[in-house]
T-cell receptor, first 114, second 112 residues
Framework: NAGVTQTPKFRILKIGQSMTLQCAQD?????MYWYRQDPGMGLKLIYY???????DKGEVPNGYNVSRSTTEDFPLRLELAAPSQTSVYFC?????????????FGPGTRLLVL | LAKTTQPISMDSYEGQEVNITCSHN???????ITWYQQFPSQGPRFIIQ???TKVTNEVASLFIPADRKSSTLSLPRVSLSDTAVYYC?????????????FGKGTMLLVSP
């Protein structure tokens, strides 16, 4: 059981470039999340999805876009990379029932924008 | 969303019991209390969750007083491998649209 997987593990971007961070889960979870974590800080929610075709903004959505065409995948798109987007990005999922509020996190993608 | 307050850091020695307290004064009726652990360069990992009273699993115990305005994560006999950041989160356990807010967490350093 792979759980939540993220690719790539590490990426260097130049200012203005674009890229897609991939996230997939094989637990048939309805809810998926994207967070960013800056050094020494907690996680901040970028976007989340409560099911295929449904997404919503979190605390820090500017500069990012998401889509959820399938239950399994929740890619995060950076259109015009900026140095402020240098961070570690974590994807998470949860089942969504009251007794299963637990979020399962992927290993993260470390992004450096120069 | 209920805001949480927890110590920035704590120090302990191997074999000791560690208690990390989290304040959440404006917790709502439907909110659950969840603790996550994060090691460097890894995503957070679920430790324990509770609604009221005491919850215990193979890793930790969670104590929640009757007013639910605070909670205490108890780690028995910590080891060096318990050095990590611990996050206390409060969110609606039975709402389909619930999101969780991560603060800065508590950095626990366990020394030999």
């Amino acid at each position: 059981n792979a759980g939540v997987t993220q690719t790539p593990k590490f990426r260097i971007l130049k200012i203005g470039q674009s890229m897609t961070l991939q996230c997939a889960q094989d637990m048939n979870h309805n809810y998926m999340y994207w967070y960013r974590q800056d050094p020494g800080m907690g996680l901040k929610l970028i976007y989340y999805s409560v099911g295929a075709g449904i997404t919503d903004k979190g605390e820090v959505p500017n500069g990012y876009n998401v889509s959820r065409s399938t239950t399994e995948d929740f890619p995060l798109r950076l259109e015009l990379a900026a140095p402020s987007q240098t961070s570690v990005y974590f994807c998470a999922s949860r089942a969504g029932t009251p007794s299963q509020e637990t979020q399962y996190f992927g290993p993260g993608t470390r992004l450096l924008v120069l | 969303l209920a805001k949480t307050t927890q110590p920035i850091s704590m120090d302990s020695y191997e074999g000791q019991e560690v208690n990390i307290t989290c304040s959440h004064n404006n917790i709502a009726t439907n909110d659950y209390i969840t603790w996550y652990q994060q090691f460097p360069s890894q995503g957070p990992r679920f430790i324990i969750q509770g609604y009221k009273t005491k919850v215990t699993n193979e890793v930790a115990s969670l104590f929640i007083p009757a007013d639910r305005k605070s909670s205490t994560l108890s780690l028995p006999r910590v080891s060096l491998s318990d050095t990590a950041v611990y996050y206390c989160l409060v969110g609606e356990g039975n709402s389909g649209y619930s999101t969780l807010t991560f603060g800065k967490g508590t950095m626990l350093l366990v020394s030999p």
